[in-house]
């Protein structure tokens, strides 16, 4: 089993647990390597990133505890990279890529907070045409790693969260499909790494990870790197589902994912 879990959240941003105790319950299920990935200073949002004076701070933290730890678990200290954040200040040891929020002539609208803030936008922005809503998404998502230089490309599919509970958004349709397909086509010669994320699983809003499984299968296809991760807010959540989501990749054709250790970037079997 993978044995490796990095994004993970605490404190310093939207979770609920110190990074301490997130690393002690890494130590407690076997993981060879835990990382803290906050989500980046968002000056327009303030509640869901770090504070400018948080990022150092955390950064300091995390090298200390990786010394207190070592010989049990390597610590990484990487960060959760919004595309419409300022620069990071840290010399961070993987960056995390990804979209949070879209940018249309009323200014940033988050895509994940909530179905009800989802279906207020495809209403009032884009006059209830979801595909239009998707389309924004992914031409944002495209620029991903342009505007964040990121190892990782976070949770691919995020605008479909809440499928399960609010059906927004068609996503067996022709057009979000090709959508999909674009925007695989801008990321793919990047050559970064696809998280299998089953965050939305561990919060309870969906049953399965992202991205859904015909997006997982044309990744396959096209020779994309996956790796699994948590996107744990909560201690009890570290590696939440791993053995599922190994499974979930099995089937979708993948043999092999990709762990972060203390010598780097490393592919191991499922």
Not at 125 to 149: H, K, N, Q, S
Not at 206 to 235: Q, Y
Request: charged content about 25%; hydrophobic content about 40%; proline content about 5%.
């Amino acid at each position: 089993m993978i044995r490796c879990s990095i994004h993970n959240h605490t404190t310093y941003c939207d979770g609920r647990d110190s990074a301490e105790n997130v690393i002690r319950a890494a130590i407690a299920q076997g993981f060879e390597t835990v990382g803290i990935s906050e989500h980046s200073v968002f000056p327009e949002d303030p509640p869901s990133g770090m504070t400018p004076e948080g990022e150092p701070a955390l950064y300091a933290e995390l090298m200390a505890l990786r010394e207190k730890y070592k010989g049990q678990i390597h610590v990484a200290a990487g960060i959760e990279q919004d595309t419409f954040s300022p620069p990071r200040q840290m010399p961070w040891e993987y960056v995390i890529g990804a979209v949070h929020y879209i940018r249309t002539d009323e200014g940033l609208t988050a895509v994940d907070l909530s179905p009800d803030v989802t279906k207020a936008c495809i209403d009032r922005i884009f006059y209830g045409d979801a595909m239009a809503f998707a389309a924004c998404y992914y031409r944002t998502l495209a620029e991903v790693v342009e505007r964040t230089d990121c190892d990782v490309i976070a949770h691919f599919d995020l605008l479909t969260k809440f499928k399960e509970i609010a059906p927004l958004i068609d996503t067996k349709s022709l057009r979000y499909r090709r959508l999909v397909s674009d925007t695989l086509d801008a990321l793919l010669p990047a050559d970064r790494i696809f998280e299998i994320n089953s965050g939305a699983m561990s919060r309870g809003y969906r049953a399965e990870p992202c991205p859904g499984d015909w997006i997982l299968r044309e990744l396959n296809r096209r020779g994309a790197r996956i790796m699994l991760s948590s996107d744990s807010h909560a201690a009890v959540h570290v590696g939440y589902a791993f053995p599922q989501m190994a499974a979930y990749a099995k089937r979708c054709g993948f043999h092999t994912g990709w762990v972060l250790t203390a010598k780097g970037w490393e592919e191991a079997v499922l």
